[in-house]
């Protein structure tokens, strides 16, 4: 089966960062300026406010690892429920499509897909329930019904 890996990142630590953060606090003393000194007292210093940063960075991204991790047995339960000829057209679609990536997300969406009856599998092949319509069909039904008259302002024409 097709799988995207996705790269582990870091929390850098820059300048700007810093910089950005001092400007931070520097506007909430200055939202309340006879305040000011008492607010400058509870506030962490920067180091500690980059140290939460990078914690809590670490912990949005491991978050953001346990879901898709979760969606991906999600979605091979989802094709383990699948019968196996059913299966197998719907894992060669997934593998031989090009615009959809290696993603959780992607592979869920096509299953749900199928189960809501938006995908058909004819023939060993995959394809939309819903047809489009050429352009010639499409300006025949615009030229078989009226347009409404525009109105200007108060109904006038």
């Keep these: 089966m097709r799988f995207r890996r996705r790269e582990r990142s870091r929390y850098t630590v820059t300048d700007r960062k810093r910089a950005a953060a001092a400007r931070s606090q520097k506007r909430q003393r200055d939202a309340l300026p006879l305040l000011a000194r008492l607010i400058a007292e509870q506030q962490p210093t920067i180091e500690t406010v980059i140290l939460e940063r990078i914690a809590s960075f670490d912990a949005s991204e491991q978050a953001s690892r346990d879901r898709r991790a979760r969606d991906w047995r999600r979605a091979r339960r989802g094709l383990d429920a699948l019968a196996p000829d059913l299966r ?4 060669n679609y997934w593998n031989d499509h090009r615009w959809l990536p290696g993603d959780p997300a992607y592979l869920l969406d096509l299953l749900h897909g199928l189960e809501r009856g938006r995908l058909l599998i004819t023939d060993g092949t ?4 819903r047809t489009t319509i050429t352009a010639a069909d499409a300006t025949a039904l615009d030229a078989a019904s009226p347009k409404p008259v525009a109105r200007g302002w108060l109904g006038r024409p």
Excluded: I, K, Y
Aim: zero cysteines.
């Design 88 to 91: 197998r057209v719907l894992l």
């Design 126 to 129: 995959v394809h939309p329930a």
